[in-house]
């Protein structure tokens, strides 16, 4: 079964405001992007605190323990984490993002401040989606190693670095015959771990599904903002 229901919105702007406008429209989930969105930690908090968790991933700066162990101690439930490239940095994230027994996440409900009920530990990882991000020649080429490393959900591509890293574009990438994109979403689908992309607008969207892609960022909170603007222009 796919992890959210339908295309998603990915969100640069660090506004509660949009998020809450657009979250009644009908996108399956929305993700912040604290790496090259505006996201600071405080918005993350604020946000976490009030949004409904379920359809929310927060994509991190880094895979650092500190990085992960702040976004979980706020109250994420799906995390994603740039450019894993080697089977030992997916390991790192794994061990960051789970308590003991099944990893070294140092205890941290701070979301209970916030009146949600404190979950055990167990609970804690049993909720956890942890997704994983191969956007690099590297992590492509290291791709059945990341996956099998126990506790990475599902992994998440950025066709823009994988593409630059590549030396081609995301269009070509798109419609190159034996596509890397289209390999990524077969071995995942192979090992049962779904596979989701950064699409960015609703042809290349339609694209990352015709290979196969579970779920995918159809547009940006900007991307949107733009196209709309031009539009009453132009009207
Ligand atoms: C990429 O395409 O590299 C991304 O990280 C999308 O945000
Ligand atoms: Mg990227």
Not at 19 to 38: C, E, I, V
Not at 47 to 67: C, E, F, H, K, Q
Not at 124 to 132: C, G, I, P, Q
Request: aromatic share 8%; charged share 15%.
């Amino acid at each position: 079964m796919a992890l959210y229901s339908a295309r998603g919105l990915w969100h640069f702007l660090d506004s509660p405001e949009i998020l809450a406008t657009t979250s009644k429209l009908g996108f399956g989930w929305h993700g912040l992007d604290m790496q090259h969105g505006l996201w600071s930690e405080a918005r993350i908090i604020s946000v976490l605190a009030t949004a409904p968790g379920g359809n929310i991933a927060v994509r991190l700066r880094s895979g650092s323990y500190a990085d992960i162990g702040f976004a979980l101690d706020a109250g994420a439930a799906h995390i994603i984490v740039p450019m894993v490239n080697t089977a030992e940095e997916a390991r790192e994230a794994a061990d960051a993002a789970r308590y003991a027994p099944h990893g070294a996440r140092s205890w941290g409900p701070m979301s209970a401040l916030f009146g949600e009920p404190v979950l055990t530990p167990q609970e804690a990882n049993d909720r956890l989606h942890l997704s994983v991000m191969i956007e690099s020649a590297e992590g492509l080429e290291n791709l059945q190693a990341i996956l099998g490393v126990a506790g990475i959900n599902s992994v998440f591509v950025g066709p823009v670095d994988l593409a630059m890293s590549l030396g081609t574009d995301v269009d070509s990438l798109l419609a190159a015959k034996d596509s890397p994109l289209a390999f990524i979403a077969k071995t995942c689908h192979d090992r049962r771990i779904e596979v989701g992309a950064f699409a960015g607008s609703p042809s290349r969207a339609s694209a990352f599904e015709a290979l196969g892609y579970d779920w995918v960022a159809t547009a940006t909170d900007m991307g949107l903002l733009k196209a709309g603007a031009a539009q009453a222009l132009e009207s």
